[in-house]
């Protein structure tokens, strides 16, 4: 077994695991930084490291086009390539293909498409994601799917669900056996709960090592992101770890921990700390903004990250205005130490006993603000 629960909240479904994979073991729940092409954007290793992150994200969309097959070859793959020696997981660029390319055409085979980049055309089967996800090295493989927009007809969703299923059983297919790389499921469905239930029971049929929420955060109300994802957990094995795909604000992963959910991942720490908005126990706050012209306080009191230990609000907001690349380096890595240390500290308190009130006591101090 490649995930261990051990230990679960009386007052809910969170619970406390370990995910063992090639490059090391992760303890869950985890926030996994996003690492699109082969970078958490403007953030060193060191400093990502030293942050607490255990493991990061790769797409295998954006690394296929940039560098490409031959460029990783030659370097060994992901982990050689960018000198990271944790894990890593990479998407398979199927949200990617959605949201950013133009002329794609989906179809039993897989996915063709136009490059954002220089709009020369390719073809993605299945079997290609998983082979070049071999290459990579990738600790977790997640397999070819269609996102489909919310809303979307139910008609349109159920011809999807099949095309997603049947490449997720392609992919197992092809993924040799004895590999260390984990092969995770990704549960589709819309909005439609009879559909995410049908979905959820083909692919545990097919006995992955684990399996993510996806289609979520896709520009559906929180409250029907909330009810979905919650509703699918319940359908997933309690022995696999679960995954819920691009969900990011801090309240929306500390109830997704209360309803089950494992690993989280999200763009939002680094890119909008690009734009100068910081995460705190107490609220975001703009850090650009002219009430912090003469504040010599650090972003957040007792945040261990450098920023925080260095630096005042003062600086970073100087920085911002004087369009020094410093600034929202500092912000990014406070946001990336804030959501890596939140999701650790959740799983302190459901080690301890005490997650419902960790989480009582987190979100109404940042109503406080």
Known sequence: MSFKVLHKDTGSK???GVLKTAHGEIQTPVFMPVGTQATVKTLTNEELIQAGA????GNTYHLYLRPGEEVMKNAGGLHKFMNWHKPILTDSGGFQIFSLTVNKKITPEGFEFQSHIDGSRHFLSPE????????????IIMPLDECVPYPSARDYVEQSLKITHDWALRSKKSLPKDVPNLLFGIVQGSSYKDLRKISAEELCAMGLN??????????????VLREISAYTAGLLPEEKPKYLMGVGMPEDMLNAIEDGIDMFDCVVPTRNGRNGQAFTGKGEIQVRNGSFKNDLRPIEENCPCYACRNHSRAYIRHLFNTNEILGLRLVSLHNITFYVKLIASAREAILCGNYSKFKKDFISNREKI
């Open 14 to 16: 969170a619970r406390a």
């Open 54 to 57: 255990q493991i990061i994200l």
């Open 128 to 139: 290609k994601v998983v082979e070049y996800q071999l290459l990579l090295g990738s600790d």
């Open 210 to 223: 684990g399996y993510a929420i996806g289609g979520i955060a896709v520009g559906e109300p929180s409250d």
